[in-house]
């Protein structure tokens, strides 16, 4: 009875603000004023956003018991420091996957919380970038560049970086540039990606001793490029507009390669942690707390302020552009008033 209830209420593209759109999906949306109570319910009835909400939302479950249930005891977490790099990781990845399905469940309240949700959703990307150049830098560097001055270097670049993504993201969803966002996204990436790049296609001295850590890189790195190219090209939705509007569009692609990708991401990290462990902690210092989990709360902070201007900047935008149309609609009345008075005259 819901579907049925919740599916009379989905709307054509032609029904919806502009910023709701989506390019070549013509149906399936839901009403851009829906309550709480209407978005949760529309997670368990078909709408265009019901698998964006699933596929994220499994993948934080999957995370989040593979954390706490399974590595924390195989991996003892909660006795060796040299994990913190990884716990960062899992707990940025499932961070980024809660606040995904949040922000496809609950963007549909208002226009304004459309935008602030996927402010969220672009800081969230951003601190796992962080996470995992946090992960690169101690557990998969190349012999050749280990503790170089591009090592050195590494970490703080990618700092300024993800703050810089964060910034970039937002600002590219107020210019509707697509293109920004992409390009800050992928930049992080290339950036964080690079050493293991290196250490994969080089495989000098004993880099690639363990061939299944490489395996798990190299999947990760097929799978992180069919992300990008299918969330670029909006395939398969460009060829066929308006066929794939609830299930099959690229959105729902992206969010299941990108998660396989941090899986794969996740096994080879794990791999290189155990079987690299002698070597990285006689090159390199045991991680703290403070050198991994504080830096990233620190940035996931700064991050906030960031949110905070662009939603205050959204928030005013959005009353002066609602006093405008009312003046607008006042100044028709009391024309047309007018004109009503000099016909009586
Ligand atoms: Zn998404």
Same mark, same amino acid.
């Given at each position: 009875m819901c579907s049925e209830m919740c599916a009379a209420k989905l709307q054509r593209?032609?029904?919806?603000? *502009?910023? +709701?759109r989506e390019p070549f999906i013509f149906s399936g949306y839901r009403s851009c004023h829906s309550s709480v109570s209407s978005c949760i319910l529309s997670a368990f009835s078909w709408n265009n956003e019901t698998f964006n909400f699933w596929t994220h939302f499994i993948t934080f479950l999957y995370f989040s018991w593979i954390f706490t249930q399974y590595l924390w005891h195989e991996l003892r977490f909660d006795v060796d420091p040299f994990t913190y790099p990884l716990q960062v990781f899992i707990a940025s990845i499932c961070l980024c996957m809660l606040v995904s399905s949040t922000a496809h469940l609950f963007n549909c309240i208002s226009e304004r919380i459309h935008h602030i949700c996927f402010f969220f959703d672009y800081s969230a990307i951003s601190i796992y970038g962080l996470a995992t150049c946090l992960m690169y830098n101690v557990y998969i560097f190349p012999q050749s560049l280990m503790n170089s001055a591009y090592h050195e270097l590494y970490f703080p670049i990618s700092v300024v970086i993800s703050l810089l993504c964060t910034f970039l993201a937002c600002a590219a969803r107020l210019v509707k540039w697509k293109m920004l966002r992409i390009s800050a996204f992928s930049t992080q990436y290339l950036f964080c990606s690079f050493p293991l790049l290196y250490r994969c296609v080089f495989? *000098?001295?004993?880099?690639?001793?363990h061939p299944g850590a490489i395996q798990f890189h190299v999947y990760q790195f097929i799978l992180c490029t069919v992300t990008v190219l299918v969330y670029g090209s909006r395939f398969p939705e460009v060829v066929a507009?308006?066929? +794939?509007?609830?299930?099959?569009h690229s959105h729902q692609f992206f969010h299941i390669f990108s998660s396989l990708a941090n899986y794969c991401q996740l096994r080879g990290n794990i791999l290189d942690m155990q079987h690299r462990r002698d070597y990285l902690l006689s090159e390199l210092p045991m991680p703290t707390l403070f050198n991994t989990a504080g830096v990233v709360v620190g940035v996931l902070m700064l991050n906030l302020i960031i949110i905070g201007i662009f939603s205050s900047f959204i928030w005013e935008n959005m009353d002066s552009r609602k006093a405008k149309q009312k003046t607008g609609i006042l100044t028709i009345l009391w024309q047309s008033g007018n004109n009503n008075i000099l016909k009586e005259e």
């Open positions: 593209a032609d029904q919806i603000s *502009e910023s +709701f495989c *000098e001295d004993h880099d690639c001793d507009p308006g066929k +794939f509007d609830i299930v099959g």
